[in-house]
């Protein structure tokens, strides 16, 4: 009993955690509770520990609270120590370099994905993505990537789910989003506008690892008026081939998996 109590205790702290990593910069004890379904005086507590071990930091301005300088910390360990990332990088600058357009790669994890790096666009206006918060998998080109090519009762109980929309083009009929799925394993890449965010065409490609498995993708994004629907289609080859470099490096040396 005493291990099942410490177990739900730690999933608790790691759920109020993840609520700030995927929601806004700045949370308060009523809405933590509301959205974890926990007593204010449950929640307090767990703020007040999280802050005294500096994962969290009081946010006087609004009465709340932030993620602290721990939980920066752990941040920049792990996006060090991605090999994802380490990998895709060198493959992402020459790839932001031939298209003149931001270069991201992002990762597969519970409950969706995060964006890891980019290599910004160097011109004046263009798009820059929020690396490390974590978006779903039904929404936009480097998601729908991913999903596409998860093992087919993984990706069923996300498209089961309830969908949340982004942006008012976000897809939100599961059959619809199901065709485009088949579509992206067909031809190995996705394409996207204003899905995710108002404004941003994207190209994405997925990423596999060593079993085949789908870990990640890339992506190229910018402006639509500039990455509008035939660009887009030019520069999916592109994307596609450096998504195939990266897992190449990753030790896959298959194709697209089925």
């Known amino acids: 009993m005493a291990e099942a109590s410490g177990t739900e205790a730690a999933g608790r ?59 920066a910390a752990l941040g920049a360990r792990a996006l060090r120590e991605s090999r994802l990332r380490a990998e895709a990088m060198p493959v992402l600058r020459e790839l932001s370099q031939v298209t003149g357009e931001t270069a991201t790669v992002s990762a597969r994890v519970a409950d969706g994905r995060v964006y890891l790096d980019q290599i910004e666009s160097s011109q004046e ?28 009762r993984e990706r069923e109980d996300i498209l089961t789910a309830e969908f949340t929309a982004l942006t008012d083009r976000t897809i939100l009929d599961a059959d619809t989003l199901r065709e485009r799925l088949t579509q992206i394993r067909e031809q190995g890449y996705a394409t996207s506008a204003s899905e995710r965010q108002l404004g941003a065409g994207a190209v994405a490609a997925p990423v596999f690892g060593v079993d085949g498995s789908v870990i990640g993708s890339i992506s190229v994004c910018g402006p639509t008026p500039r990455v509008d629907d035939e660009t887009r289609q030019k520069l999916a080859p592109l994307v596609r081939t450096a998504a195939d470099t990266i897992s190449r490096r990753l030790g896959w040396r298959g194709g697209l998996p089925a």
């Open 13 to 71: 702290v790691a759920d109020v955690l993840l609520l700030f990593a995927d929601g806004p910069q700045s949370l308060g004890v009523t809405e933590v509770a509301r959205q974890l379904d926990l007593s204010k005086a449950v929640v307090h507590r767990i703020l007040t520990t999280l802050v005294d071990r500096h994962l969290l930091a009081t946010d006087p301005g609004v009465r709340g609270y932030r993620l602290g300088s721990g939980a």
């Open 125 to 152: 206006i263009k798009m820059t993505v929020e690396v490390g918060r974590r978006y779903p998998l039904h929404a936009g080109s480097s998601s729908n990537c991913i999903l596409a090519f998860l093992a087919e």
